[in-house]
């Protein structure tokens, strides 16, 4: 891991940029969501309510918390992944023209990033196209999602190991730990999980939204830390679109992120932790998230090992609103809890390269 140096000057240069560019992806996002929201509402692009939950059982509870809900537009997500594909995959002819100094398209930093950004957002987008039209039970069914991403996983677990030589993963204060080809597994489920846990969390308004601006800036500090400006300004793109997507994702939402954006996110946020080598950091840099995910997975296993549940229903947002939270009291409070967990894994990242280990 790179010890931590900085240049006030060059900080400076950089944190305009970068605060130039979270600036720019909002007020893209932002612009673009009415005509993308009467475009949604034009082609019928509206939410359906599964009809099981997590745990397999007819959702009478979760139609019961949300059914004013159905009809919202969904696939918002689109907005987001679209807008920092545009800009950075247009950076090269911007660099060209003069304008700036160096292209975000870089082979180093932003290639795998995006093209995770991409993949996996497409993938949520058939999820999604497929709920509306009420076609494959409405969506993917999980077994073929979960290996369509366990594949993209492998190959670029394969990718990592393979042709960038990573083998090792950093343990803060102690130093890199070397797994040798286990990398490759090690990354296939860091992008399941990561892409399925935030999929899993995306289920009030706002809380996906606001948990993913933690957890990507979070992530941007981290890469600026050891020196990678280009993946810092990737974060910061996706900081800035998804602050616009929730400006209008809060209560009432004006439209949805949907398994497109939330795939995307999820496995992108993976990746930059994998290539960042901050994968025992991202535990806490997506808590709530993870959280979130385990809350599903344990509700799964008791309810087959125990033959009853352990939530009223899963995952743990949705049983904190039949216990009685508000919606917004849940989201509020995971954010805070979300910031204070991010916060501290920036932390433990920084005193790891001040210490060198």
Known sequence: MPKFSIDIATALRHFILIFGL??????????????YYKF??????????????????????????????????TMGGVLIWAIVAIVILLSPVVQRLGITRFSLFNRNETYLPLFTLIATGVLGLVDDWLNIK?????????????LWLTLFGLLGGMWFHFKLGY?????????DFTIGAFYVILFAFIIVASANAVNITDGLDG??????????L???????????????AFCALIVGATIAFVWFNI?????????????????????????????????????????????????????????????????????????????????????????????????LEFLSLLSGA
């Open 251 to 347: 209560p009432p939402a004006l439209f949805y992120m949907g398994d497109t954006g939330a795939l995307a996110l999820g496995a992108t946020m993976g990746v930059i932790a994998m290539l960042t080598n901050s994968v025992l950091i991202l535990p806490f840099i997506a808590f709530i998230f993870v959280i979130e995910a385990l809350s599903s997975l344990i509700q799964l296993t008791w309810k087959k090992l125990f033959k009853r549940k352990l939530l009223l229903i899963a995952p743990l947002h949705h049983h904190l609103e039949e216990r009685g939270w508000a919606e917004e009291k849940v989201v509020m409070r995971f954010w805070i809890a979300g910031a204070f967990m991010a916060a501290l894994g920036v932390i």
């Open 218 to 232: 979070a992530l941007g500090i981290i890469s600026y830390l050891q020196g990678l400006v280009i993946l810092t």
């Open 167 to 175: 083998d090792a993963i950093h343990i803060p204060g102690i130093g």
């Open 134 to 146: 009420g076609i494959k039970e409405k969506g993917l069914r999980v077994k073929p999602k979960f």
């Open 207 to 216: 809380l996906a939204g606001g948990l993913t601006i933690i957890a990507f």
């Open 40 to 73: 949604l509402l034009k082609a019928g692009f509206r939410k359906r309510l599964r009809e099981e939950t997590a745990d397999g059982k007819a959702a009478e509870i979760f139609r019961k918390l949300h059914k004013d809900k159905e009809g919202t537009p």
């Open 22 to 35: 979270t600036i720019g992806s909002f007020l893209t996002v932002a612009l673009a969501t009415r005509p």
